[in-house]
C-alpha cells in the first residue's frame, strides 16, 4: 500500500489532541494514541485503506502528533517534514483554538453516534480541486448535505413556513420559484443549517435550525471560501449587498 496523506478529518482529530497534550507529541505507547489509530482506521474515507495494518498504526499516529508539536512557533528545534495541511491546520487551531476544538469534538461526537459512517459521499463535500480545507472537514459537511437533502425534512419545513404563513421563497435573495415559473416552480426551494454542524454537534436537525433556499445561494452558503463552508443567509445577504455597493461605486 502506498502511502495515504492525510486528510482534513485527520488532521483535525490528531491536533486537537496535540493541542489538549500542551502541545507535545505523543508517543506511539500512549493510550490515546492506540485509542486515535482505532478511530481513524475506522473513518469512511480511505476505501479498504483499513485493510493494511500499516494504515494509520500507531508509529504513523504518533509520528503525526510530532509533525503537528514541532510546527507550533513555540517549538524549539526543527520541524518534521509534516506537509502544508498539516502547517495550515495547526494554524487554524492557532488563529481559533476553541472553535477548531469545537469542529473535533463534534466530529467525534458524530463518529459515536454512528451518523457519519450512514451518509452517503455527496457530490459536492470537497471544493473545486478536490479537496476540503474548511474548519468542518468533509465528513461533517458530508452529514450536513445528506440532511438537508433529505425530502421529508424539506417537506417539514415547507409546511411549518405555511402554518406561519411564511412565503415558500429564498431567505438570501427573496427568489420565488413560483411566481416566476408558475406551478412547474411551486414549493421548488431547497433547505440548509443556519448554524453549522460543527457549532451544534450532529445532534437531531430541527426545523428551526434550517432556513429556506434557492438552489444558487445553498451552493454559496456551502462554497469553501477563505477556510469556510458554512455562512448562514444573513451572512450571505450582506455580502450581496456588499457587492451591490461595490457596482454602484464610482470607482468600479
Not at 421529508?152 to 405555511?162: E, H, P, S
Not at 420565488?176 to 416552480?185: H, V
Request: hydrophobic residues 40%.
Amino acid at each position: 500500500m502506498g502511502q495515504i496523506s492525510w486528510v482534513r478529518d485527520e488532521l483535525l482529530l490528531a491536533c486537537a489532541l496535540v493541542m489538549e497534550n500542551s502541545w507535545h507529541e505523543l508517543r506511539q505507547n500512549d493510550v490515546r494514541v492506540l485509542e486515535l489509530s482505532d478511530l481513524l482506521r475506522s473513518l469512511p474515507l480511505h476505501r479498504n485503506a483499513a485493510a493494511d495494518p500499516r494504515f494509520r498504526s500507531r508509529n504513523s499516529v504518533s509520528r503525526k502528533t510530532t509533525d503537528i508539536a514541532t510546527a507550533h512557533p513555540n517549538h524549539v528545534g526543527g520541524a518534521t517534514k509534516g506537509g502544508r495541511p498539516t502547517q495550515r491546520v495547526v494554524a487554524d487551531f492557532l488563529a481559533d483554538p476553541q472553535g477548531m476544538l469545537a469542529a473535533a469534538h463534534a466530529l467525534r461526537a458524530g463518529i459515536a453516534g454512528g451518523e457519519l459512517y450512514d451518509a452517503p459521499v455527496q457530490p459536492d463535500e470537497v471544493d473545486e480541486d478536490g479537496e476540503t480545507s474548511a474548519r468542518e472537514g468533509r465528513l461533517l459537511v458530508r452529514l450536513a448535505l445528506h440532511r438537508e437533502r433529505d425530502r421529508g425534512l424539506r417537506n417539514r419545513k415547507i409546511q411549518q413556513a405555511r402554518k406561519l404563513n411564511e412565503p415558500i421563497r429564498c431567505e438570501a435573495c427573496t427568489f420565488d420559484f413560483g411566481a416566476i415559473y408558475g406551478p412547474l416552480g411551486a414549493d421548488y426551494i431547497e433547505v440548509h443549517h443556519v448554524t453549522p454542524l460543527h457549532v451544534v454537534g450532529p445532534s437531531e436537525t430541527r426545523l428551526e435550525d434550517l432556513a429556506l433556499l434557492c438552489a444558487n445561494c445553498h451552493r454559496m452558503c456551502h462554497r469553501n471560501y477563505a477556510g469556510e463552508a458554512w455562512r448562514t443567509p444573513e451572512d450571505l445577504r450582506e455580502k450581496m449587498r456588499a457587492a451591490a455597493r461595490h457596482a454602484a461605486s464610482p470607482a468600479s
